[in-house]
């Protein structure tokens, strides 16, 4: 890989305060507790957001301490959807795909997680997967990057590296437009008006590059969530990669009105089919 990605491990500097100092008032406690037990179904889910409503606005900003899916976390649940569902209620948060995943693990299973947000994802699979697992978690912007790498520490996982880099179909530099409304929707394309208020320039890789500077022998599971830029990563990676690179199966967001070209056709000619459509993502396994 060229010098422009680089790992970080030692953001959210030490003088942070303890894990445990943001632990849920009583208010919020109780409200965390209810929300976790809403079922999936239209009034458990209205119930869910109404109470989440009223405990984002008793935190007035501060963030939470909390486990979730199996991991240690401390979320900012304002101006980051993925950190509001993780936190009230984690149940909601992509359960299909992750119960897939953990469906296909193994002693040894390599997972990346491209636009890896605060490690929904990461976090996830390292407390499953095992101590043999690499687990590779990659996120461009630094706010959140910051917040990745926390939570990766607070639970000592010794099998995940972060990356702080976005992945392209070019080396050097992209840019970023950041949805200042929901840092989740900040993407290498403008995806909605809010995203013009601010950009960043990050340094990019492509998935090609990266793999092969990990020494990946072969890649299990991809989880693709960079919000209408799939395309970009993928197209040059399967034009460019030896199959046995390609990733047994992909999890990936919909987005087919931001694509430049029709991602379904191409996995299908590189082998792929579709086996899980849920309301947000598409799962591909490779024959």
Not at 48 to 67: K, S
Not at 198 to 204: H, K, M, S, T
Not at 230 to 249: C, Y
Request: with cysteine; hydrophobic share 40%.
């Amino acid at each position: 890989m060229s010098g422009s990605c680089f790992a970080k491990t030692d953001l959210m500097s030490a003088d942070s305060p303890a894990f445990g100092h943001f632990a849920p008032t009583s208010f919020v406690g109780r409200v965390l507790a209810r929300t976790r037990r809403c079922k999936g179904d239209w009034l458990g889910k209205r119930m869910a957001f109404f109470l989440r409503g009223l405990a984002v606005r008793a935190l007035n900003g501060a963030p939470v301490d909390t486990e979730a899916m199996g991991a240690k976390m401390r979320l900012y649940p304002y101006n980051n959807v993925c950190e509001k569902r993780i936190l009230f209620t984690p149940q909601y948060f992509d359960e299909a795909e992750r119960d897939l995943i953990a469906a296909r693990f193994t002693e040894d299973f390599v997972f990346l997680d491209i636009g890896s947000n605060i490690g929904g994802y990461t976090l996830f699979v390292a407390a499953h997967a095992g101590p043999r697992a690499r687990i590779l978690s990659i996120e461009p912007q630094p706010e959140i990057f910051e917040r990745l790498t926390y939570n990766i520490r607070l639970n000592n996982f010794p099998n995940v590296k972060a990356l702080n880099c976005a992945v392209a179909d070019v080396e050097g530099e992209v840019t970023l437009f950041v949805a200042q409304g929901n840092k989740g929707e900040t993407s290498m394309r403008i995806v909605n008006a809010d995203s013009h208020s601010e950009q960043l320039r990050v340094p990019a890789s492509t998935l090609l590059s990266i793999v092969q500077q990990e020494s990946f022998e072969r890649v299990d599971c991809v989880k693709l969530d960079v919000e209408g830029a799939e395309d970009l990563i993928l197209e040059p990676f399967f034009r460019d990669a030896p199959a046995h690179l390609w990733p047994k199966l992909l999890v990936m967001e919909f987005c087919h009105g931001s694509w430049s070209a029709e991602l379904d056709d191409l996995l299908l000619e590189c082998g792929y089919r579709e086996i899980m459509r849920t309301r947000c993502n598409g799962i591909y396994e490779l024959a």
